[in-house]
């Protein structure tokens, strides 16, 4: 069974930082590509930073230079690294496979930035 767990959201300052981390389970998970979306409330999911197997990064303009996805393929995890964090930044973030597997996103973790 495939199991994606979220966790590290919380509440914090603009210009503050969090470290997402998921851990994955009943998948081969050195072999895909996995990603780390958000939604934020009235929007639609969105892709946020994406690792290939090999390690090679992208991620969406809006967050480039700011977040840092990396994975460790001996503990099944992919973390992000959030900095500078800023109020539109505010979402519930998943991890997932990138393509997305429809029928496994999990519960996700809420990031709420705020003064």
């Known amino acids: 069974q495939v199991q994606l767990v979220e966790s590290g959201g919380g509440l914090v300052h603009p210009g503050g930082s969090l470290r997402l981390s998921c851990a994955a389970s009943?998948?081969?998970?050195?072999?895909?590509?996995m990603g780390w979306y958000r939604q934020a409330p009235g929007n639609q999911r969105e892709l946020v930073a994406s690792?290939?197997?090999?390690?090679?990064?992208t991620y969406v303009d809006s967050v480039r230079g700011r977040f840092t996805i990396s994975r460790d393929n001996t503990k099944n995890t992919v973390d992000l690294q959030m900095n500078s964090l800023k109020p539109e930044d505010t979402a519930a973030y998943y991890c997932n496979g990138n393509p997305a597997w429809r029928s496994y996103w999990g519960n996700g973790t809420l990031v709420t930035v705020s003064s």
């Open positions: 690792i290939t197997p090999g390690g090679r990064t």
């Open positions: 009943g998948i081969n998970f050195r072999i895909y590509t």
